[in-house]
């Protein structure tokens, strides 16, 4: 995208191992081009999110988790994308979002859209480190340097930040986009940030 | 409405405390004249069902909290529908369900949306039984009559039975909503649950 650097800047906090974030990633990037504004993609480690502020994945909540199965089935086929119970769910999507870091910024976009489609399209466990790097590879990225950057401390420490910065910031779930000052939750919050984007709902 | 009684069914399981129902509240009614489905209004309580499965409210998780007023004043703006948080929140809803189970079954969905209007879109406590009467006579009920009537043992049962007829159905949330063997879980899934009521969406 040739998106101005003045347009306003929509920050992607995703986490490949939730499933209402894959199908987020599938159709941000449209929403963008849309409305104009720039894209961030933020990976980040939802486990010590949940764990710092005393929430709980859904699957924690027995019904709740029987129901999330049901309810993105339907989703995903309402908006017309592949998808998979994957196995094991959930994974470690800490190699996944490091190899994210490691890859060019330019290629990161690609890249994580190609790890939520390989683990909750496809059902493959991004959980393996051998995945994910297959996973780079069908995406044009150098595995092996990237294998060797994902395990630097530079982006160790990155993904350590965003986290923290989730945190921080008052993320509590995942996909959380954040707009100017103010943050949508969900997959179901698309919607409304793109009327506010597009100025048919005032803030 | 004159719905025929082989319309589909659309069961709407309420609780007046949950703010996100108050939403739905606005627009089930227009949802299920649209599609011409029957609708079915069912108090139960939300606070026993949590207990049961061991969810726990928004305002439990901090952050999780702060994000619910902020995407309520959003969404309720977007509807066009008056929002005011009410004191407090949590509120006892008991009052108000059992009031409603003792309405007339055909007064009982607009003496619903009333409640729910008093306390989210008016901030007047439902918790109280003198609001809850208030709201009644607003309504045209006769408030001396339901008053009695929502005391009895044949009341308190049917609200004690509805709240286990959710625990047993898999509710972990409100609204909830069931059509056929198919739940939908919160305001955000309506529009789901209308494309499949419309047969845009097969299930």
New interface residues.
């Given amino acids: 995208m040739n998106t101005p650097l003045t347009a306003p800047l929509i920050e992607f906090f995703w986490d490949p191992v939730s499933p209402y974030t894959y199908l987020a990633s599938t159709r941000i990037e449209a929403l963008a081009q849309r409305v104009g504004a720039r894209l961030e993609w933020k990976p980040f480690l939802l486990g010590p999110v949940f764990e710092a502020?005393?929430?709980r994945p859904n699957i924690?909540?027995?019904?709740?988790g029987?129901?999330m199965l049901?309810?993105l089935a339907?989703?995903a086929?309402?908006l017309g994308v592949p998808l998979q119970q994957p196995q094991p769910f959930p994974t470690n999507s800490v190699h996944a979002n490091r190899a994210a870091l490691a890859a060019p910024a330019d290629q990161l976009p690609a890249f994580a859209r190609a790890l939520m489609r390989a683990y909750w399209g496809e059902g493959r466990d991004i959980g393996r480190p051998e995945i994910v790097l297959a996973v780079a590879a069908e995406c044009g990225l150098d595995a092996p340097t990237l294998a060797e950057r994902a395990q630097s401390p530079e982006i160790k420490t990155r993904l350590r930040e965003l986290t923290d910065e989730a945190i921080a910031r008052?993320?509590?779930?995942a996909p959380t986009f954040f707009v100017g000052g103010?943050?949508y939750?969900?997959n179901?919050?698309m919607d409304?940030m793109e009327?506010?984007l597009s100025g048919r709902?005032a803030?």
Same sequence: chains 1, 2.
Avoid: Q, T
């Fill in positions: 502020i005393g929430n924690a909540i027995a019904p709740k029987r129901y049901d309810d339907l989703l086929r309402h008052g993320v509590f779930g103010r943050m939750w969900g179901d919050r409304l009327a506010v709902l803030v």
